[in-house]
Structures are given as structure tokens and as C-alpha cells.
């Protein structure tokens, strides 16, 4: 039976560093934020400071119902040891760390967006390159939003995947993502780029 769900966007980037104290880069959040509310998806983060939590704030401004995806084990460890924000309509607290939550982040998402980014989103993305999920870059956010081109092409020597979307403005940014959301369905395996072609779905 079929259902049809909220869009999921989860948004990922720089959580410290010096790209949270990019004016540009922290409004450019904050409307990419607004704009998952306007559309009426449903809004995930990994539950923590910097421009993820700027989006944050859009998106409550445009009443999006939020969803965070704590390293902490208990809302306790969340605000005390990880001095994370705890806004959201609902916070899983996995108990996980950091890396492990990345990926109970992405999984949760049907597409996710990448603004800023330091090592902790470079991180990220990888896990969402590999298990083919919908990205979008918000690009001139600082970090390694300028720069995925050239990881995954010139360092990597990969191919940029078709589900992959860039653009500098958070409601272009959106459409696009929508486009490549519906065009390339998610894989039905953890290692899904490798198992689902051999079964006529690459």
C-alpha cells in the first residue's frame, strides 16, 4: 500500500569553526530553514549549535514540525556534556556519538543539504554519497561548500552522482532537490550503489 509522506530534508553543516561566523552563511541557513517549512517538509538536524541550528530557526518560523538526531544518550547529556540546543518538536537521543548519529541522520532523510561544512560535513557527505541519497550544496556557504566538485571529481576521481544538486539560493536549491528525489529512488540495501545494480536498479 502506498502513503505519501512529508518530504524528510535533513540539514547538515558546520556546527563550530569559522564558517558559524559567516553572517551570509548563517542568513543563507536561516532561509533554507523557512523555505523547508513553506513546502510543508518535515525538517531533521543532527541537534546541535552552528548554521544547522540557524536552519533550525527558519524552519520554526515557518512552523515546519523539527526532528533532532542527538549523539547524547539523554536529554540531560544533550544540554549538560554537549551543550546542544533542544528546541525541536522531537529529539531521538540515540547515545551514539557523533559519527554513528551522522548516519542514523541520513538514513532518516530523503534528501539532505549540506551548508558550510567543515570535517564533521565532509564526513557526512561521504556517507550520503555512498549509500545514494539525494544531496543538495548550498554553494558560497563557506567551508566545503565551494569545494565537493573537486573532492569527489579531482581528488576522488569519481563521478558526480545525478542526484547530486548545487545552487547559492535556498529556494532554487530545494527545487532541485524535489526534482532529484522523486527522479532517483532511494536504495533498498545498506550497500545499495553495489547490490541494487545488479538487480536493474542502477
Do not use: W
Not at 21 to 29: F, G, K
Not at 31 to 60: H, Q, S, T, V, W
Not at 190 to 195: A, F, H, I, M, N
Amino acid at each position: 500500500m502506498a502513503h505519501n509522506h512529508k518530504l524528510k530534508i535533513g540539514v547538515m553543516g558546520s556546527a563550530s569553526g569559522p564558517q558559524t561566523e559567516n553572517v551570509h552563511a548563517r542568513e543563507m541557513a536561516r532561509a533554507l530553514g523557512r523555505e523547508i517549512g513553506k513546502r510543508g517538509y518535515i525538517f531533521i538536524n543532527g541537534a546541535c549549535p552552528g548554521l544547522p541550528n540557524d536552519a533550525l530557526m527558519g524552519a520554526k518560523e515557518t512552523h515546519a514540525f523539527t526532528l533532532g538526531v542527538s549523539p547524547a544518550f539523554s536529554e540531560y547529556e544533550h544540554i549538560n556534556e554537549y551543550m546542544s540546543p533542544h528546541g525541536h518538536d522531537m529529539i531521538i537521543y540515540t547515545g551514539m556519538g557523533f559519527m554513528e548519529r551522522d548516519i542514523i541522520n541520513i538514513r532518516s532523510s530523503d534528501g539532505v543539504v549540506i551548508v558550510g561544512g567543515g570535517i564533521g560535513s565532509l564526513n557526512e557527505f561521504t556517507i550520503a554519497y555512498d549509500e545514494g541519497r539525494p544531496i543538495g550544496i548550498l554553494t558560497n556557504t563557506g567551508g566545503i561548500s565551494n569545494s565537493i566538485e573537486h573532492v569527489v571529481v579531482e581528488l576522488c576521481q569519481r563521478e558526480m552522482p545525478a542526484n547530486l544538486v548545487m545552487d547559492d539560493d535556498p529556494v532554487k536549491l530545494l527545487d532541485k532537490l524535489e526534482i532529484v528525489i522523486k527522479a532517483f529512488p532511494l536504495p533498498v540495501r545498506e550497500d545499495g550503489r553495489v547490490k541494487d545494480m545488479r538487480h536493474g536498479r542502477g
